[in-house]
């Protein structure tokens, strides 16, 4: 690819070809259209590649940044289903980097949570089936 360069970790002596990655982006601008663009990076092929050109903390404090958004966004639905601190904490006690944790949903509070996005009929409608069920 024109404007690759070759990467070189002479400590282990590995040569090895970056991989090109796309990062698109949108923008709402002040007359309320949407912009994008799309530039391209220069990533390594494993984890042991980016390392070798980023540098291990670099590599390190993004992961567990990444690790951490995933982890909160786990968190809210559990705080939104009434969930204590003491109950997140076990659910997320043997959390591993890149291991997707079990998603349990509590359907009666999926419910009431969407419940007044209902129309009034999808209410009625539901009601009907929920006592229906013995």
């Known amino acids: 690819m024109?404007?690759?360069?070759?990467?070189?970790?002479f400590k282990e002596r590995r040569i090895f070809m970056p991989k090109q990655v796309e990062v698109t982006a949108k923008a709402k601008m002040a007359d309320d259209s949407t912009k994008e663009e799309t530039i391209y990076i220069q990533a390594g092929n494993s984890a042991v590649?980016?390392?070798?050109m980023f540098g291990d903390e670099a590599v390190n404090s993004n992961a567990i940044r990444n690790w951490k958004i995933t982890i909160q966004s786990g968190m809210r639905g559990l705080i939104k289903a009434g969930k204590s601190q003491a109950e997140i904490q076990a659910k997320y006690k043997d959390a591993k980097?890149?291991?997707?944790?079990?998603?349990?949903t509590d359907p009666a509070g999926a419910l009431v949570a969407r419940w007044?996005?209902?129309?009034p009929?999808?209410?009625?409608?539901?009601?009907?089936?929920?006592?229906?069920?013995?």
């Open 121 to 134: 009929e999808e209410q009625a409608n539901i009601l009907k089936q929920l006592k229906s069920k013995k």
């Open 2 to 9: 024109a404007g690759q360069l070759l990467n070189v970790n």
């Open 97 to 104: 980097l890149g291991v997707a944790a079990d998603r349990t």
């Open 116 to 119: 007044d996005s209902y129309s």
């Open 49 to 52: 590649e980016s390392i070798d």
